[in-house]
Structure formats: structure tokens, C-alpha cells
């Protein structure tokens, strides 16, 4: 097992996804002799998942019995231990094909946070790409390298601890793509283009609050990105039921035949017809964050005149 | 320099008027009643002291279940926060940031100590809140505050405010119909003062009193109800002055067909027991109806459908007798007599019930009424077609589904029936949106639908014509192209 | 006929909407004697209208049929003269609800501009309200007012030709509801107070940027208004279609019974299922405004400690 | 202090590169090739002198259809504006504000003037322009700019690129799928490198030139195609490197059947006959369904149609013939040496046809891929139930569909069957915003809809148990509570 590439059976060592039921998962590091507890009872590692298919069910030994599944990217978004605010596979989804990710892409990506983006950029950019990604918090940037180690993708990732605003992402002239995850990207702007290759890529910035796509945007323009563009990707989904819906009763109509001296036939109780639909959640998310993409284009010769951030040099 | 002046009386909170409790954006409505406990957000209270006050006073619960009329508020209540960090890079969550234990909070709690100094000590006692940035630090004080402070504010009822109240507490006995859409109901069937509209829910009452709000007592409205006797705790919660419910009408829809084929008799000797007899009929298919629907329903739900088989007057009855208190033992002769009483009541009752029946009869048969507005847990499409018919042409009407499959039948048949125009089928999306310096964002929760909704505007139906030749009804020069689309 | 009463007949000076098919309509002013061109042909009206019943098919000279419908402020608003940029009948019903208007209210709008909502203001507040609304474009009050006349509504309006921002409604106290359409709404946030009733009442604000509603949010905030809440809403109309999907053919099934010494059966050609469904339109009105909402409480006898705006004062 | 150093030459434009042009949200993909004229925005011009300059260059266009290279662009481009006023009090639209005639601005644009001085005149020449509210300026500037500015910007295409561009210029060639959407299918589908994926897609081959992106030329892609011949326009577009395309099989649905049965014989002496006979009974039928579909297609859309009966090589081919030019007669002998030829050259496709279908049923045969990606005109059920047979457990998938109804369908047949967790039917809500200060808003035209999503995970199947004892596959806990929600 790798983040990176599937294998057909469950190893010692590798992490497995364990599917209780409906939006019920937990992640497991499998271990020779070692056991895990659910709901529906003991799995036994040694004989209840290892050299087992991915896939396979696992009768657990309440009799209760779970799937084990290959680990994705998107099943670790769901799964994975929370040390920040995470993204979701919605703005996950846009972000790697706006940021025109693909097998050999080199990605700067600060902060790391929880590795939620992380685990699905070095899927989308293994073999033959790298990820730099750099994360102030010393212990969250600490933990991250660990599971990038146990889900053997850290060959492909350098993190570093360090703080993007003021120091960067470490690297100049390499990447294809920047991500910035902070709450000042604006501030980042300028490390986001020295990092970038010379003839240019694609940079995109996540911020909740509108103020901060405001000043991503002039820091962007006055970089000399363009096509600059915020967006914003909502999920919905839809519940697929069977609803009953009944059917009025008008009473008896007099304009169809009635026998002679009949009683009047009892109303059709219980009518009703069945519709296969679709029904919304009640509540969903209403908003993640805006998503502000930009590119840049080869580097010019010229100096830009600023006029606004003076604080800004190239 | 008033141009009128505004009588104080109309804005004050008296005995029995019907209000809306409020805190944070959770409502109940409730009844004003001296010496009645009142249970709002787990805790209960006493409305006297409200009697008087001005509505939109927001009170502050003192022990004892006594409110107290909150002072004006400090210039936006400030909460000494000591400074913010910048960011939450240095803020690792043990589960050990606050000091305070559970019981200290109680012994404060016991002390008298109000909820905005609770929230004060909690933020004293929090050793990582002067870290956390301004965002999380307003963040943690609103959650807080909704758990500390005992405030409650009481408003007069509207149609905005009973809306919102039932889509935020109970959806389901509305069909989950969201406010927003309800508003567009109310526009696209064009309600206003002296028209006649009629009205099929099953929405607890809560869009027929919107219509009679937006008519203001003037015209009528006819309910067309299913079941044993028509649903109207919504409208009451209203508190409508009672010459409003004199344009109110009803007419049970088990008696539609002999309405349109014109032999519905309603100057029957003794009508009472032939109507009783349908009206339990149909009593008994609700209960059927109930069954089949595959829907599992919360106590409250349970409780509402039980409520529904009741007639309005036995429903107020009910409603009075819970203030008598206690039940007091009857002897036998008693008895007897009650049931006698009871006998003659019923008698009386049917006898009104008859002539309501005739009053509606009569308000419909012209079928000339103005407006036509459907939100019901029944297939919409049958409803429609048969109240249809008791509309002027060149008015509107609109049905709202929670199903949109069910919309796509009205339309298709209306279509193929002809007889409308301008036939729509929309839903709406509803965003609501914090606005706050530095922090302006859409509301992270949001609905995740708020039904759909068919409108339409009658025209003079086709005099006899095959209904092949009314394919043209709707002449649509541009739909071709955008099939695709 | 008139904008705030049904009428079963057309008479002469009244205004009809002319439906000519799907989203196609006109309006028009009823005169004995005059004549409307439509692609269907010539309407006499003397003839084809007057007389006739609201709802009627009326047989244009050129055989083509039209259908003549009874105005009422929604069709107005798909109607009429644009002077301006318009509400529309989605924004509207918010308005209409969240302000809580009904018969009876009295109600401040500025700017008037093409009186789309107030033409539905006053279907609402009729026959007991009055709407006091605000116009600074000269022309534009003096246009409002004539349709407002041939609309029979105009005893339950006056229109003022002033700017709401330096001179206010022209009226003090009275006011349920105010409504702000205007560019810098948050200039006439305290004349909106001004307006309306010492026991309070609603106010909104319809503004298309953030950045305005921003300014406005802090304006109803530093006047003491409450149950500040901005939202928008979306209108999504679906097109209800029967659509033809072919069915794949996957080749002869030799899991099938075959008779000895066939040829190849031919494939089920033309196979395909129709479904009933909704298709939405292309594109849609993705923003029209916010619509921001606040409620005035009764005026207080104390006097506000203002910190920012020291301009404002009660 | 580069930690490595670019080779240029990747970035540089070269004689037959597959190209996107750009100008404004407008895309077009074509080739570089030299002394061709090339139609984009109603303007024409020749391509030759992009060769050489690096990708995503912006070009001005010269008279005769010359592209120069645009100088680097002042800081904002800035149109004098000369002041704002405020708002649009004083602003009457009588047609008659802007001075300049048409004729004027022909004989402007004769004179040799950009479409920047051009909009300075137009500027100077309004008499409303400085009383507009800056906004309304800005509008104005950019419609101008729109319809004068003669620029075009060259991109390397990519999945982002060309999604955008299909889905602005053609988007019932690609059954309206957003590319926000073909976005989360990438994802769901967790496309990788070293996997090994089938795709069914009736989408001009963007989803599939999609998924090769995603996979870099790794693993391998198995194109489940309908009809006469797989599509693979979009493919094209991609201007993937030569290698990509050994990655990329092909196998034609209509032998899936006797696939599944093991029937199917690949080996046969002279099976070219036989391919091709059910392969024209496809082509048929595909020419019947397009006919049997009640919708009116665009004249682009039917030759897309045409189009895709063709084989790849056929339209490689016509694709260069088209470079050619004109027709040169042929003698009669020539003509029966060309037909010897072409029937040669038909022998040699029918036997690679042969090797590309043995090599694609290999893949198949082991029932081990890693994914699969759906998104057709076709009802995609019964193609959804047939292709999962070839995942190995614990592997995602994703269908397309323009309509919820079909995923409904799906939805309802894999929870009866089994065999899949994780279901879920989505779609997504695009919103785009306007950025600027003052003027921040989200973009008034906004996509009705991206079309939706069923994905899901694969799970080993029951072994042989009843249909019956399979309702439990997933165990829903919560469900029933959320019935009414």
C-alpha cells in the first residue's frame, strides 16, 4: 500500500481504511498480533486483515463484519486526525485541476495544516514531481512528515517549519504550482513567485473571509499575475429515497356510474403513490472558502512600477 | 414633527395575545397567560411581567422564572477580550485551557451571577483565549454567550417571524417549506386585500395565516381542507383580531366532486350525519394515510398529526382547559347530565358546521375566485387540477412540492390540458452572510433546499376543442434551440 | 382594472398585458378606438378588448391568437419601461416578507427608479398603507407618478423628486418599513430612522456590492438597529423536458439462448428510454444584490456612545 | 540561486503543436502550422509567427493577419478616465452621447489605430462618459475593449484549459459537463499515474484526454468506446507527447457481452470480417439513435456526430489532408493503383485493429482495474452495471450524467445489488466573483448547472448469497431519523 499506487492485498505496516457503514469510517495501522475495537467487535490484524484483499469483508468477532479498504486520498480527508481546519475533497477537486496538477508537477503548499491537500497533491503529482510544503506550527509539521512516512509518499515531500510570510517556501525558480492556505496570503505573494519556475505556473490562494480575496487579489495584480479569478465550489448531496405521497379524496363522484339504491362506496383509503427522488440534507455547508487562482507568465526583464505596496519588490 | 401619531397601546404586550419568544435565532410561540410556566431552550419561565411591556423588549431570566426587562444595552456589549493573537500557530487544544471546572461554573452559576460576567470569568480562566485571533475569540464568546446568558426577547407575530420559527424547529409539519419560498408563494399568487383565494395545506396552518396576513381582513379566504376538519395552530399563533377569521372559510375536499358535479346538498333536514359520516371516513383514511407513509416522525410530529384530526373548535377547547388545571371527580348524575350536554353540543356544532359548508359552497360555486395557493404533503398534481377549475381566468395560482418530480406532473399535465399560461417551475437558493470588519464570509450553515415551487396564471379555457389541437396552446418560437441548452 | 383590484372585464383606460406566447409579452393601454400591432396581427380594441373578459383569447387580424391578461405587479415588473436596473419578483417576495409588509403599512422607498417594487409595495399595503418613495432623477418621479395614475394606485402614494441621502422621505415617524435602493444606502440610514415609527419597524437595504454592505451593516449598527442580517436570494427556473437516452449495446450475449446454425442476431437498434426531467437554463442571473435586513426597535430614551461615526447622531 | 534550471525549448511554441487560443474567457484549440489561416473571434490570421516565442505569449494582431508579439503592458493599462461622478442622477440615455459616427470609427481603425487609442476617442468623444459612476466607466471600458481590442494569447492547452474551453464554445459536445465537475470526477475517481483506468465517454474525448493528463503517460487507460470507432478529438487537443498514446486501449462495447461470457476470439485467421460486421451494425444503430433523440442539434453538433463514426485514423488523416490544400485531378490508372492501395492499407488497419483489441482484452481479462470514469449521452446504467465487473475491490468510480434521474436509477440497482459502499450523488454550485475594490460581487452570469455525480467504492461481492439477505450490505444507523430532514 502507498497513497500513491494501489496494491491488491493488506500488508503489515500499511494503513488501512476501515468502512463500518454509512459515513462511518476509521483508520487503522495495521501491525502484526496487534487488535482493533469497533462496534462490531475485535478485528484481529494478523488473521483478520493481513494477506487479505483490499476490499474484502472482515467478520469482526461480535459476528458484526466491516469492509477494509485501500486507502485514497479523498477516504484520509474524511478519516484523518484534525490538527487545523481542513479542506475537502470539493475544494481539493478544484484546486488540482486549477492549479493544472498532473504526474511530475513540483507544488509549494503552505500551511500544511493537517495534510488534508497535501496527501491528494502528491497523488496527483507522483511519480516524478515534489511537494515543498511548509508549516509554522513545529509539532503540526512534525506530525504531518510522520504520516507521509507511514503512508510512503515521503520521498516525494520536503516540509519544513518555517513561516511562509516571512521566509518562504525555501525554493526558488522550481515550482509549477503554488497553494497558500494562510491567514495572510497577501504576505506570500511575492515568496510564491520566487519560488516559481521562470516561465511561469499557476498560483492559488484559499481564504474564508472576502477581505482577504480583496488583498490576495492587489497583491496578485501588483505582482503581475493574471487572469486572476476567485471562485467559490459548493457540494451538494442528495439523498436518494422512496417517498409515499398520498392521494386526496374528493368523495364519491357523482358523475360516475352509480348502481340503483347503492350505499355509497367507501372512499379508496390508503391510496397513495410512490415516487423514487432525491432529497437535499437539511443543513449543508454553506461556504469553505474562496478559491483565487492567478497565473504567472514567463518573467519579464522590465521593472514593474509599483504604486500601491511599496513594500512589494520583486 | 410626527406626521400621526402612534397609539402605544397597539405595541404593548397584553394578557392573551399571542407572541413569538425569541433567543438568538431560535423561536416559540406562545400564548400570554398570568401564572403559566413557559419551557423555551430548556428553561422555563413565567410571561406575567411581560404584560405591559413594549413587544420587542428583550428580557433578562432572573431566579425564579421571573423577567426582568433588560436594560439598555452598553454600547455593543463588550466583553473585555485583552488583546488577540494574530494567529492560532501557537495554540495546541488539550482540553486543559480552561481552569474552571464544570462546578466552579454551577457555584457561579449559584451565586447569581448573570451570563455575561459567567463569560467573563470563563475568559479570565482560559489560558489560551488572549492567543486564539479576534476570529476565534468571537467565535468562542458567541458560543458561550448562547449558553450563558439568559435572555429572551418577545415579538409580535408575523409571517417572517412564524416562518422562520417553524422552518427552524419543526420542518416537518410544514413539508419542510423554507421561508424564502413561502414569500415567493405569497407574491407569485399575487395575495392581497379583497381577493378571494383559496387555500389547501397541510402546513400547520402556517400559509394559510400568511394569506390572510397579506389580506389584512379584507376578501376571503377559503381553506379546502382534507381529513376530518381543517389545521389551524398556525394560524393562530398569529394572533389575527377576530374580525380577520370572519373572511375565513373551509370546505372538506371530500366533498369536491359532489361540489363540481353540483349535487352537494347543504340545506339538508338533518345533513349533520350524512357529512359526519364522510367526514370520519376520511378521518380514517388520514389515519391509513399516516401509516403508509414510510416516514418515521418525531413525537412532536406524532403529536401534530393527532392534532390535526381535531376539529378547530374541540383543538381551542383543549387549549382553555389545559389553564383550568386539575380535574375534579364527577358523580353520576353529573355525568348524565355532561353527556347530555354533550349530545346537544355536538347537535350545535353540526348544525354550524353545515352552514359554514354552505357559506363555502356558495363562495366557490361561482368559481370566480382570484388566487390559488397548494403546499401539502399530498400528490400536488390531483389537488390542482380539481381547484383549478374554481378560478377566474387571468389569475395566478402556485404549488409548492418538496419533490420537484411531483411539479414535473402538474406541469406535464397542464401542458397537455391547457387552460395556463406562464407556467414555471423554480426553486430558490438562500444565503445568508456574516458581515463583520475584516471577517465578511456567507454563513458557514446553510439550507440544503427550500422546495420547489409551479406557478402559473389561468386563461379562459378552449371551448370544447380536442385536446391534439391544443398543442399549440403555448406558442414557444424559441424552446427548439435551447434543447440542448 | 387597477394594480391593487381585480376586475372580470377590460374597460376602457386600462392598462392589460398582451401574453403572446412563452415569455413574450406586452403591455398595453386600453382606448376605444386605438389599435396595437403584434406579430399576430392587428388588436382593435374597441372590439377585441373592451368589453371582454380579463383572460380571454382574442383572434388578432392575421388569424394569430393572443391572450389578454389582467396586470398585477409581477407581470409589470417582466413589463415595464426600463428606466434603470430593476428588482425582480424573486428579491421582491423577500422584500415584501422580511419587511413585513401588509395591508395597512406605511412604507419609505428610495430611489423609485423604474417602480418595479413599488408597483408591488403597493399591491400589498392596499387599501389601507401608503408608500412614501423617493426619486432624484426628475424625469424618472415625474414618469412613476403618470403610470402610478394610469395604474389607479396613485392615492396610496406620493412620490418625492429629492435625494434621500441629504433630505430624507419628507416624512417623521410614520414609517413601518423602509426600503433603500441607492448607491450609498448607509448616507440614509439615519434619515430611514428618522422615517419610521418611534415603536420601531424594519428596514432593508439592496445593494450589489460587499463593499456597500459593509458601510450599511455598520450604519444600521451605529443607530441602534438590530437583528442585522444580510442575504441573498437566487432564483433557479428548470426546464421540464422529455429527453431520449440511447441504450448501449453491448453485442450479441452468448449467455443467451442461440439456435443452432443462426447468423447473429442484429442488434436492438433504436434502443433507447425517455425520461421526464428538468433541465436548467444555460446560464442564470447568478447575483442581482444583497439584500440586508435590520429591525428598529422603539426608540430609546438614552443617548448612544457613537465611537466611529461621529457624524451620526440620533 | 535556482535549485534547477528550465530548458526553454519546453516552453517555447513549435511548428505543429496543439494550441489553445485565448482572448478574454474565449478558447480555440488549434495546431501551429504555417501559411494557415486560422478563424478565432471573427478575425483572421496566421500562426506563423507565433513559432519560437514561449507559450503564453499575448499577441496583437497586424493588417493582413500577422500576430506581433505584444510589448510588455504599461502598469494596468490605463484608459485616461479623466474623474467619475458619482452616481447617474444627471445621466439621460438618448442614444445621442457619443459623438463618433460608425463611419468614424472604420475610418479610425483604417488609419491604423489600436484598439487602445481607439477607445481613448471613443472616451473622449462621449459626453456622458465622465458623468458615468466609476463602475458604470469600468463597464464601458471593457465592453470597448471587447470589441476593439485585437489581441489573442497563446496557451499550452491542458484539462483546465480545454474543459473551459468545450464547455464555453460546445457544450453539447461534451454533454454539458462543467469543468468544475470533470474536476471532482477526476479526483473522486482518484486518477493517478500507475493505475490502470477505463473510461466510457461520449465527450469528444476531453474526459479521456483528462484522465491521460492526470496519469502522465503511467499505467495504462482503456477507452470503452461505442459505435463505429473511439473518439478522440479532444485527445488530440491535449497535444500529449508520442509515448502517452502506448498508455491509451481501446475496445469497442459491442463485443463486451461475449468479453464477459469469454467468448470472444481474438485470434480468429481472418476475424477482421467479423469485427467489421458488428462494428457497422453499431456504426447503424448509433446514426438510429442520434435520429431517435428528440433534439435539435446545431449544425456543429451534427458534424461532431459524423465525425465520430469515423475511425481515429480516418480523422488523423482528414485532419492532414486538410493541410494539403487543393485536389489534384487523377488519371484512371491512378485511380485503380490508389484502390489497390486503400484496400492494402484496410487490410493492415484490420489486423492492428485485431492486435489493439487482444491487447485491450488482456487488460480486461484479469477484472483488476483501478478505476473507472463514466460520462455519456447514453442512459448510463446498464453501462455502469456491465463495467464494474472489471474493478478490483476497494476502487473508486464515477458516473456523469446531465440528468439526476439517471444516477437515481444507478444508485437504486447498486444498493440492490451489492457489491459498492460509499455512494453518493452529488453536484456542485459554481460561483464566480468580480474582485475589486469597491466593486466586489459575484459575477451576474452564473452555469444553470454542472450536471451531476454518482461515485462510489468497489467491495469483494457476496458470494453467491440470495438478493434477499444482501439489504444489510451497508448498514445505514442513522438513516431512518433523517427520513423527514
Known amino acids: ?314 | 414633527m410626527a406626521d400621526n401619531v402612534d397609539d402605544d397601546s397597539l405595541y404593548t404586550i397584553k394578557e392573551g395575545d399571542y407572541v413569538v419568544l425569541k433567543r438568538g435565532d431560535v423561536f416559540k410561540a406562545v400564548q400570554i397567560q398570568t401564572k403559566k410556566k413557559v419551557i423555551f431552550e430548556k428553561q422555563w419561565f413565567f410571561l406575567d411581567n411581560a404584560v405591559g411591556q413594549l413587544y420587542s423588549t428583550t428580557f433578562e431570566l432572573a431566579s425564579g422564572g421571573i423577567l426582568q426587562p433588560r436594560k439598555p444595552k452598553d454600547p455593543e456589549s463588550s466583553t473585555d477580550t485583552k488583546g488577540a493573537g494574530t494567529d492560532n500557530r501557537n495554540i495546541q487544544d488539550d482540553g486543559k485551557s480552561q481552569k474552571l471546572t464544570r462546578d466552579d461554573i454551577e457555584t457561579l452559576k449559584e451565586q447569581g451571577l448573570k451570563g455575561q460576567e459567567i463569560i467573563q470569568q470563563l475568559i479570565d480562566n482560559s489560558s489560551t483565549f488572549k492567543d486564539k485571533t479576534e476570529y476565534a475569540q468571537d467565535k468562542y464568546i458567541k458560543k458561550k454567550k448562547k449558553k450563558y446568558e439568559n435572555i429572551v426577547t418577545i415579538l409580535k407575530p408575523s409571517c417572517r417571524i412564524l416562518a422562520m420559527m417553524y422552518h427552524g424547529r419543526e420542518p416537518g409539519k410544514i413539508c419542510h417549506l423554507r421561508y424564502d419560498t413561502l414569500a415567493q408563494m405569497l407574491t407569485l399568487a399575487n395575495i392581497h386585500a379583497n381577493s378571494k383565494v383559496l387555500v389547501f395545506e397541510t402546513c400547520a396552518g402556517l400559509v394559510l395565516g400568511s394569506v390572510m396576513e397579506r389580506m389584512g381582513g379584507f376578501g376571503s379566504v377559503i381553506q379546502m381542507y382534507p381529513g376530518g376538519g381543517p389545521v389551524r395552530a398556525g394560524v393562530e399563533s398569529f394572533g389575527f383580531p377576530a374580525h380577520f377569521h370572519d373572511t375565513l372559510h373551509e370546505f372538506p375536499i371530500c366533498h369536491l366532486n359532489a361540489l363540481i358535479a353540483g349535487t352537494l346538498d347543504t340545506t339538508a333536514k338533518d345533513p349533520s350525519a350524512d357529512l359526519k359520516e364522510s367526514d370520519m371516513a376520511a378521518e380514517v383514511k388520514t389515519e391509513a394515510e399516516v401509516k403508509t407513509e414510510a416516514e418515521v416522525k418525531t413525537e412532536a410530529e406524532v403529536k401534530t398529526e393527532a392534532e390535526q384530526k381535531g376539529s378547530p373548535e374541540e383543538q381551542s377547547m383543549e387549549t382553555n382547559s389545559v389553564a383550568d388545571g386539575s380535574l375534579v371527580p364527577k358523580k353520576e348524575e353529573e355525568e348524565e347530565k355532561r353527556r347530555e350536554a354533550k349530545a346537544q353540543e355536538k347537535k350545535v356544532k353540526q348544525e354550524e358546521k353545515r352552514k359554514k359548508l354552505a357559506a363555502a359552497a356558495s363562495l366557490l360555486e361561482g368559481r370566480n375566485a382570484d388566487g390559488l395557493v397548494i403546499a401539502s404533503r399530498f400528490n400536488p398534481c390531483p389537488v390542482l387540477m380539481a381547484l383549478l377549475k374554481f378560478l377566474s381566468p387571468s389569475r395566478p395560482f402556485v404549488v409548492y412540492s418538496q419533490y420537484k418530480e411531483c411539479l414535473i406532473e402538474c406541469y406535464t399535465k397542464l401542458k397537455e390540458q391547457g387552460g395556463t399560461v406562464n407556467l414555471k417551475l423554480t426553486d430558490y437558493w438562500l444565503r445568508h452572510y456574516q458581515v463583520l470588519p475584516n471577517r465578511t464570509h456567507p454563513v458557514l450553515l446553510m439550507s440544503g433546499g427550500g422546495g420547489y415551487l409551479l406557478s402559473g396564471t389561468t386563461v379562459a379555457a378552449e371551448r370544447s376543442k380536442p385536446a391534439a389541437s391544443r398543442r399549440d396552446e403555448e406558442p414557444a418560437p424559441k424552446r427548439q434551440k435551447v434543447t440542448e441548452g
Chains 1, 3 share one sequence.
Request: glycine content about 8%; proline content about 6%.
Open chain 1, 1 to 314: 500500500m502507498s497513497f500513491v499506487e494501489y496494491s491488491d492485498c493488506i500488508q503489515d505496516g500499511d494503513v488501512a481504511i476501515v468502512y463500518l457503514g454509512h459515513e462511518s469510517m476509521t483508520p487503522v495501522k495495521v501491525k502484526r498480533g496487534a487488535q482493533t475495537q469497533t462496534r462490531y467487535g475485535v478485528i484481529r490484524h494478523s488473521t483478520d486483515l493481513i494477506g487479505q484483499r483490499y476490499g474484502s469483508k472482515v467478520t469482526c468477532s461480535k459476528g458484526g463484519w466491516v469492509y477494509v479498504l485501500h486507502p485514497t486520498p479523498e477516504l484520509w480527508t474524511v478519516n484523518l486526525p484534525h490538527r487545523t481546519q481542513i479542506l475537502y475533497t470539493t475544494d481539493i477537486a478544484t484546486i488540482t485541476m486549477m492549479l493544472e496538477l498532473k504526474p511530475g508537477s513540483v507544488v509549494c503548499e503552505s500551511g500544511t495544516g493537517s495534510g488534508s491537500l497535501s496527501h491528494a497533491i502528491l497523488r496527483t503529482i507522483a511519480p516524478t514531481g515534489h511537494l515543498h510544503t511548509v508549516e509554522f506550527h513545529q509539532q503540526r509539521s512534525e506530525k504531518v512528515l510522520e504520516e507521509f512516512k507511514e503512508h510512503r509518499v515521503d520521498h516525494l515531500v520536503t516540509v519544513r517549519n518555517q513561516d511562509a510570510c516571512k521566509d518562504g517556501f525555501g525554493v526558488t525558480g522550481v515550482a509549477d504550482a503554488v497553494f497558500l492556505d494562510i491567514p495572510s496570503p497577501w504576505e506570500a505573494v511575492r515568496h510564491a513567485k520566487t519560488a516559481m519556475k521562470k516561465h511561469g505556473g499557476r498560483v492559488c490562494s484559499f481564504s474564508p473571509c472576502i477581505e482577504q480575496v480583496q488583498k490576495t487579489c492587489e497583491a496578485f495584480s501588483d505582482q503581475g499575475f493574471e487572469d486572476i479569478s476567485s471562485i467559490e465550489v459548493l457540494l451538494r448531496v442528495h439523498d436518494v429515497r422512496t417517498v409515499y405521497l398520498p392521494l386526496p379524496d374528493f368523495g364519491p363522484d357523482p358523475s360516475a356510474q352509480i348502481q340503483p339504491d347503492s350505499t355509497i362506496t367507501p372512499p379508496q383509503n390508503h391510496a397513495s403513490i410512490a415516487i423514487k427522488t432525491t432529497i437535499p440534507p437539511r443543513d449543508i455547508q454553506g461556504h469553505t472558502g474562496y478559491l483565487t487562482f492567478a497565473t504567472k507568465t514567463q518573467d519579464l526583464i522590465i521593472i514593474y512600477l509599483h504604486h500601491k505596496y511599496t513594500g512589494c519588490i520583486l
